[in-house]
């Protein structure tokens, strides 16, 4: 008699496909992601969400979901730090690999405090992980935006300006002015070597309203997906990689980032 044997194997489940963060809401962000590709034979029994500061996980906020979840909301994040999230899936045969989203930075949906100009500290150096290449975020929502009521209608200028750089090489760096939540100005700078900053200036002449109040951001991305790659801003003197410094003999390797905004002009009339 002939019998035929059947076993089945189980393996710990792939990484989790398609994970996404997005943040509408102060203080908070949503991860959604798909189901791994392996094994079929089992599901998972839950996902761990993992969200990372600067290239650090922050266990304390670490989520938990049920194997049927394919989204979960962290409501307890700080407003003005960039995020980035592991998400990996578990079955009775352990944990499998994780799968990072792009990063995103909560805003404290607060008005920019009122001036004409904002300048961060000489000693300010920025980083941005994980950049999709698409989505605008801010350099430093508390010291890089600014907001204004102006007295007149006319035109205003708006100027920002940072040091740019990456830390690995191939990836530009985007420099961009946001005005009442739609960019007005950008361009593509930086240098695609690596720990070379180049200072980039974009501008912009906005129509303005009278009695009308204007918030203007400073903002960045990189020039293309970016997953595990780090962006820089700032005006430090020393490299973040290392106790060497930048060479002191130009100027334009220590800028501060600034932005500022004009008083408004009289329009020109128009043809």
């Known amino acids: 008699m002939l019998r035929t044997w059947c076993r089945t194997y189980l393996t710990t489940p792939s990484a989790p496909l398609n994970v996404t963060a997005s943040s509408a809401a102060p203080s908070s962000a949503t991860v959604d992601w798909q189901a791994p590709a392996f094994p079929v034979s089992s599901t998972p029994t839950s996902y761990t969400i993992t969200p990372y500061v600067q290239g650090v996980a922050q266990n304390n906020l670490a989520a938990s979901a049920a194997g049927s979840a394919t989204s979960d909301t962290f409501s307890n994040l700080a407003n003005a730090t960039t995020y980035w999230f592991s998400v990996t899936a578990t079955n009775a045969s352990g944990t499998g690999p994780s799968t990072n989203s792009f990063s995103v930075t909560p805003q404290s949906g607060a008005p920019p405090a009122t001036r004409m100009s904002a300048v961060s500290s000489p000693s300010s150096q920025y980083q941005l992980p994980n950049s999709d290449g698409v989505t605008w975020q801010d350099i430093d929502p508390s010291n890089l935006t600014l907001s204004f009521t102006p007295a007149t209608t006319g035109e205003a200028i708006i100027t920002g300006n940072s040091d740019l750089w990456t830390s690995t090489s191939g990836f530009n760096q985007d420099i961009g002015l946001s005005v009442n939540g ?17 200072a980039a200036l974009v501008q912009a002449v906005v129509d303005v309203q009278a009695g009308t109040a204007y918030a203007v951001r400073l903002q960045w991305k990189a020039n293309q997906p970016a997953m595990g790659v780090t962006i820089w801003a700032g005006g430090r003197t020393r490299r973040p990689d290392s106790a060497s410094s930048w060479s002191t003999g130009s100027a334009r390797q220590r800028r501060t980032p600034t932005v500022a905004a004009s008083a408004p002009r009289r329009q020109r009339s128009r043809c």
Do not use: R
């Open 182 to 198: 739609a960019t007005v100005a950008w361009k593509e700078s930086g240098g695609m070597a690596t720990f070379a900053p180049n």
